[in-house]
C-alpha cells in the first residue's frame, strides 16, 4: 500500500484520489479493500511516510547556503522582506488603474 500511495503522491494526487488508488489497486489485485475508516488511516500514514521521506531527500541536497536563505528568508527580519513582495503593486496594468 504504501508503495501505491507513494507513486501516486509523487503525482500529485489529493487524499480523496490516493484513497481511490488504493481501492482500485485492491480491486485489481482482488484483495478485499478494507473499510472505509481504516483505509484512510492506512493512505494517511503512508502518505506521511512517504513526504517525510521525499522532504529527506530534498533536505539532503541544499546547500548550507541555500538553507542559511531559506531561513533568513522565513525569520523575523525575513518576514519583512516578504511583505514587502507582497506590498509591490506590480507592473500597471488595465486592472491596477481601476
Do not use: T
Amino acid at each position: 500500500m504504501e508503495g501505491l500511495v507513494g507513486g501516486a503522491a509523487g503525482e500529485g494526487l489529493g487524499f480523496d484520489d490516493l484513497v481511490e488508488a488504493a481501492y482500485n489497486w485492491c480491486r485489481l489485485s482482488k484483495i478485499e479493500p478494507p473499510f472505509e475508516g481504516p483505509l484512510h488511516h492506512l493512505v494517511r500514514s503512508a502518505d506521511r511516510r512517504w513526504k517525510a521521506r521525499a522532504f529527506g531527500v530534498i533536505a539532503g541536497r541544499m546547500s548550507e547556503e541555500l538553507i542559511a536563505g531559506i531561513d533568513d528568508l522565513v525569520s523575523v527580519a525575513g518576514r519583512a522582506q516578504l511583505s514587502d513582495l507582497r506590498s509591490d503593486p506590480g507592473p500597471v496594468g488595465v486592472k491596477s488603474i481601476d
